[in-house]
T-cell receptor, first 119, second 115 residues
Framework: GAVVSQHPSRVICKSGTSVKIECRSL??????MFWYRQFPKKSLMLMAT?????????EQGVEKDKFLINHASLTLSTLTVTSAHPEDSSFYIC???????????????FGNGTRLTVT | GNSVTQMEGPVTLSEEAFLTINCTYT??????LFWYVQYPGEGLQLLLK?????DKGSNKGFEATYRKETTSFHLEKGSVQVSDSAVYFC??????????????FGTGTSLTVIP
């Protein structure tokens, strides 16, 4: 089946530094990738939608200058948390789909997530 | 707006017990409903889905029926196994407009099945 690889699975960084998280579709071309954030005992919150070759669409309340998303190819999207602070500590999950339309025909495939801890 | 409310866990069951994980939703339009499962150390995987009222999604012995009258999509399995231990997420897509392809997830319910 389709596989999405997310790296790293865990990262600890110091406050003020930047962290890059990669999301790769291993056996399909991902037209659209999504980045989610999960708070403890909370839902997965959609942060942004990225389409290959174009700027990401951020959800309301998500700082685009803080969470930089790049979808440079059909198999790779990156999320960079810039100038990280302890409140950015969270679980980040990416997902990818072949299609740009309904998920009914092009299912979402999820990465394993990245646990970010900012000290 | 769109939202999903899922029963809080954790849930601990003995092997072969009956499982129900409740999920209710709020949505405009005609959403599609999903259950995703996350096994330890892995990403989310689609477990089952239903696209319209009264549809029943089923997979691996799990079932869920899209109930529009009660806005629910409860997950059930008649006899759980240790290998079913995972976190289960209920989700919907908005169905219309800009949010038509946006997923809304519940908080997840952790299930542990003991031998």
């Amino acid at each position: 089946g389709a596989v999405v690889s997310q790296h790293p699975s865990r990262v600890i960084c110091k406050s003020g530094t930047s962290v890059k998280i990669e999301c790769r579709s291993l056996d399909f071309q991902a037209t659209t990738m999504f980045w989610y954030r999960q708070f403890p005992k909370k839902s997965l919150m959609l942060m942004a939608t990225s389409n290959e070759g174009s700027k990401a669409t951020y959800e309301q309340g998500v700082e685009k200058d803080k969470f930089l998303i790049n979808h440079a190819s059909l198999t790779l999207s990156t999320l960079t948390v810039t100038s990280a602070h302890p409140e950015d500590s969270s679980f980040y999950i990416c997902s990818a789909t072949r299609g740009a339309g309904s998920f009914l025909n092009s299912p979402l495939h999820f990465g394993n997530g990245t646990r970010l801890t900012v000290t | 707006g769109n939202s999903v409310t899922q029963m809080e866990g954790p849930v601990t069951l003995s092997e072969e017990a009956f499982l129900t994980i409740n999920c209710t939703y709020t949505a405009t339009g005609y959403p599609s409903l999903f259950w995703y499962v996350q096994y330890p150390g892995e990403g989310l995987q689609l477990l089952l889905k239903a696209t319209k009222a009264d549809d029943k999604g089923s997979n691996k012995g799990f079932e869920a029926t899209y109930r529009k009258e009660t806005t629910s999509f409860h997950l059930e399995k008649g006899s759980v196994q240790v290998s079913d231990s995972a976190v289960y997420f209920c989700a919907l897509t908005g169905g219309i407009g800009r949010t038509g392809n946006q997923f809304y997830f519940g908080t997840g319910t952790s299930l542990t099945v003991i031998p």
